[in-house]
């Protein structure tokens, strides 16, 4: 079982600026890829990005293209989601998400198999 801890998450106005990270704990071994998704109210679940854990075959939703960027450290087990050029509409509760069956990483985060309990991340205009 693969436990997921998400932190950097705040409050920042926009074209700002937020880094967050997600460090993995248990049997890390088995994560073959990891990304995030986020979920703002009223709204449904989006995949933001992911990554294999290899560093390579980043993937990112259209709505973060060129502002977000997902890098990995495997040797930590922590995956970080940079996010620049922030705007009201990443408003959301960010979740870290890690996939530990093979040959399902390109499903996306949001069918991973293993979450964290989220961070928040709220950009004012």
């Known amino acids: 079982q693969v436990q997921l801890a998400e932190s950097g998450g705040g409050s920042v106005q926009g074209g700002g600026s937020l880094r967050l990270s997600c460090a993995a704990s248990?049997?890390?071994?088995?994560?073959?890829?990891m990304g995030w998704f986020r979920q703002a109210p009223g709204k449904e679940r989006e995949g933001v990005a992911h990554?294999?854990?290899?560093?390579?075959?980043?993937l990112y939703a259209d709505a973060v293209k060129g502002r977000f960027t997902i890098s990995i450290d495997s040797a930590a087990n922590t995956v970080y989601l940079q996010m620049n050029s922030l705007k009201p509409e990443d408003t959301a509760m960010y979740y870290c998400?890690?996939?530990?069956?093979?040959?399902?990483?390109?499903?996306?985060?949001?069918?991973?198999?293993?979450r964290g309990q989220g961070t928040q991340v709220s950009v004012s205009s």
């Open positions: 248990g049997a890390t071994y088995r994560i073959d890829c």
């Open positions: 990554i294999l854990t290899t560093g390579n075959s980043a």
């Open positions: 998400a890690a996939e530990t069956r093979r040959y399902v990483c390109s499903g996306g985060p949001l069918s991973y198999n293993n």
